[in-house]
Every structure is written in C-alpha cells, then in structure tokens.
C-alpha cells in the first residue's frame, strides 16, 4: 500500500519560531510537492522537488523553505512563524514518466499548524 | 497562479441524482486530474484524462476534456451520501520541464441521503 506520511497531524507554534515539516513517501517517487490549503483559496503551491536536492517555487514561496537530502524525504522550514502561515499544509508525491509527463499524486493526510 | 478553477463552488443534491462538476484552465496541459478530499484530511487521486483523450470513465464517474474550450467536466452518477466531499481538478502543464501540478479551490458536493 502506497505511503506519504506527514511527522505531524496537529502542531501548535509561537510566533518567530522555526518550523520544520517533514514527509515521507515510500514508493521511490521522483517529484514531491508541499502545498497549503486555506478556505476559499483551495490548494497553493508552495515548493516542489523533482529530484535530490532539486528544488522549484511554486506560487507562494515567501516566508518558506526547503529540503530534499534524500529522495524519500522533503522538508518544509517556515525560518519565522508568522501568524499568517496558519493554515493546512499538504504534502504530495508523484511519479515522473517519460517526457515528464505526471502521473497522480499521492497526498499525506495533512498537517494543520496553527502559529499563535 | 491557479490553473483550474471548478465551478460550481457548492452543490447540493438528493442522493441517487447525477452530480456534475467543471473545471476550466487557462495553458496548455499533458493531463488534467481529478481529486476528492474528505473533510479535513488529505486528497486522494480519482482520475487521470490525458491531452488526447475525450472521455473517460471509472466507475460511477465519468470526466470530459475539450482542450479547445480549456475545460473538463466530472460527472458522479447515481450520487451516495458517501460522496460528500469536496472535489479537486488539477493540471500539469505542458511545457518542457514542467513537473508542477497545479489545483484549482474546489467544488463542495453535498449528497442528501
């Protein structure tokens, strides 16, 4: 059965601190994704990864950051929480096939931080 | 910026009615996805219909593409109350080295048992 796992369901921060997200997909995926979902706003691409220690903008990249070391594993980093990165966040992972076409993503099941 | 924007936002209907969503994007596309999210957690993969491709079908559903228009349909026959959900389009784009997937905000669907 195909895995993307989340570190967190729940996490509760302050203002100012450093977040770190972790996922991990087992399926040996090429490209990750993070998005974060708010009401009215649907999904945003945060940053995806198509490769080790390649990394790509999505739409809203400010205030975020990256990591991929290993190809199971994709970090998010908020460098200073701010009350407006409350939010569901989402992690994905997908296959890459030739002529990079994707196939379907794989969610985690979410991550809701509030920054208080 | 997003890509697939779904309409309606809401849909309300009796279980047993057919429930029929849109999706509209704005580039050229490889394929274009369809996705479900249960309330609060993680979405999960429902369909795929490639850029040469016109209808396809899984299912109780049923999606369309007409590239020339830009825009795909999700059609949930014989709805359940067990579709209430919220559904999701995505699309990835065309062009050479593109490996982002791009989501619209979603349509709401709710089944009335």
């Known amino acids: 059965d195909v895995k993307v796992t989340q570190s967190s369901r729940y996490l509760v921060k302050r203002t100012g601190e450093k977040v770190f997200l972790e996922c991990v997909q087992d399926m040996d995926h090429e490209n990750m994704f993070w998005y974060r979902q708010d009401p009215g706003l649907g999904l945003r691409l945060i940053y995806f990864s198509y490769d080790v220690k390649m990394k790509e903008k999505g739409d809203i990249p400010e205030g975020y950051s990256v990591s991929r070391e290993k190809k199971e594993r994709f970090s998010l980093i908020l460098e200073s929480a701010s009350t407006n990165q409350t939010s569901m966040y989402l992690c994905a992972s997908s296959l890459i096939l030739q002529g990079a076409l994707n196939t379907e993503a794989f969610f985690g099941q979410g991550t809701r931080l509030t920054v208080v | 910026s997003q890509q697939g924007e779904e309409d309606p936002q809401a849909l309300s209907i009796q279980e047993g009615e057919n429930a029929t969503m849109n999706c509209s994007y704005k580039?050229?596309?490889?394929?274009l996805q369809w996705y479900r999210q249960n309330s609060g957690r993680g979405l999960v993969h429902l369909i795929l219909i490639r850029s040469n491709e016109r209808e396809k079908h899984s299912g109780r559903l049923r999606v369309t593409l007409d590239t020339s228009k830009k825009s795909s349909s999700l059609l949930i026959t014989a709805s359940r109350a067990a579709d209430t959900a919220s559904y999701f389009c995505a699309t990835k784009d065309s062009g050479a080295g593109s490996y982002q997937l791009t989501f619209g905000k979603g349509t709401k669907l709710s089944v009335i048992p």
């Open positions: 580039t050229s596309i490889n394929n």
